[in-house]
C-alpha cells in the first residue's frame, strides 16, 4: 500500500494567514492526489484534484501543487470558514489511501 | 445534479452482517468510467478507503479487510450494496458512499452524507 504521511497534524492560525499543508507518498504517484476539507458532521468536500486543479466553486485562495512524491496545499489569506480538517487521497493505485488529516484551528 | 444517499441500520451486535445501500441519482452505473466507492470514518479519526465498483463490474477492496467486504451493484435502482460481515465495535464509524469515475476529474467529487453505524452488544 502506498503509505500519505500528512504534515502537520494540527496547525494553529489566524484569519489572513497564509498557511500550507504537506502530504508525502510513500512511493511516486505522478499527480494523482485530491485535496478534501471536512468539517464536523459534514461529508469531506473536495478541493484540488490531479494535485494542482481547482474543483470548480472552491475559492482561488485554495492552490495545491506538487508531483511525484510531496504535494501541499496553499490557502492564501486564512477566512473564518476554512478552519476545518484537510485530508489528502492518493488514487495512484489500490487501496487508494488518505492522509492522516490536519486539523486547522483558529489562534 | 449528482446526489447519493446512504442507508442501513445505525445498530449492529458483534458478529453481526453489516448490509448499507447507497442510493444515487444524476449518473448512470452503465456509463464507461463511472465508478461508486465506500469510505468509512471511526469517531474522531481519519478516513478510510474501503471498497469501489465501476460501470463493468470491476471491484476493488482495501486489503485489510477484503475478505469481509462485497459490494455489489443494481444499475436499474441505481443502487450500490456493501455488506461487511463479522462486525466488531472497531468497525463503529461514519460511513460514506462516493461518486467516482476512472477520470480524475471525476473522482470522489460528490459524496453522501454519511450514516453512523455504531457495533455494540
Known amino acids: 500500500d502506498i503509505q500519505m504521511t500528512q504534515s502537520p497534524s494540527s496547525l494553529s492560525a489566524s484569519v489572513g494567514d497564509r498557511v500550507t499543508i504537506t502530504c508525502r507518498a510513500s512511493?511516486?504517484?505522478?499527480?494523482?492526489l485530491g485535496w478534501y476539507q471536512q468539517k464536523p458532521g459534514k461529508a469531506p468536500k473536495r478541493l484540488i484534484y490531479t494535485a494542482s486543479s481547482l474543483q470548480s466553486g472552491v475559492p482561488s485562495r485554495f492552490s495545491g501543487s506538487g508531483s511525484g512524491t510531496e504535494f501541499t496545499l496553499t490557502i492564501s489569506s486564512l477566512q473564518p470558514e476554512d478552519f476545518a480538517t484537510y485530508y489528502c487521497l492518493q488514487h495512484n493505485s489500490y487501496p487508494y489511501t488518505f492522509g492522516q488529516g490536519t486539523k486547522l484551528e483558529i489562534k | 445534479q449528482i446526489t447519493l444517499k446512504e442507508s442501513g441500520p445505525t445498530l449492529v451486535k458483534p458478529t453481526q452482517t453489516l448490509t448499507l445501500t447507497c442510493t444515487f441519482s444524476?449518473?448512470?452505473?452503465?456509463?464507461?468510467?463511472?465508478?461508486v466507492g465506500w469510505i468509512r470514518q471511526p469517531p474522531g479519526k481519519a478516513l478510510e478507503w474501503l471498497a469501489l465498483?465501476?460501470?463493468?463490474?470491476?471491484?476493488r477492496y482495501s486489503p485489510s479487510l477484503k475478505s469481509r467486504l462485497t459490494i455489489t451493484k443494481d444499475t436499474s435502482k441505481k443502487q450500490v450494496v456493501l455488506t461487511m460481515t463479522n462486525m466488531d465495535p472497531v468497525d463503529t464509524a461514519t460511513y460514506y458512499c462516493?461518486?467516482?469515475?476512472?477520470?480524475?476529474?471525476?473522482?470522489?467529487?460528490?459524496w453522501g452524507q454519511g450514516t453512523l453505524v455504531t457495533v455494540s452488544s
Open positions: 512511493q511516486g504517484i505522478r499527480n494523482d
Open positions: 462516493a461518486h467516482s469515475h476512472h477520470t480524475s476529474s471525476w473522482l470522489y467529487d460528490y
Open positions: 444524476g449518473f448512470s452505473l452503465s456509463t464507461s468510467g463511472v465508478g
Open positions: 465498483i465501476y460501470w463493468d463490474d470491476d471491484k
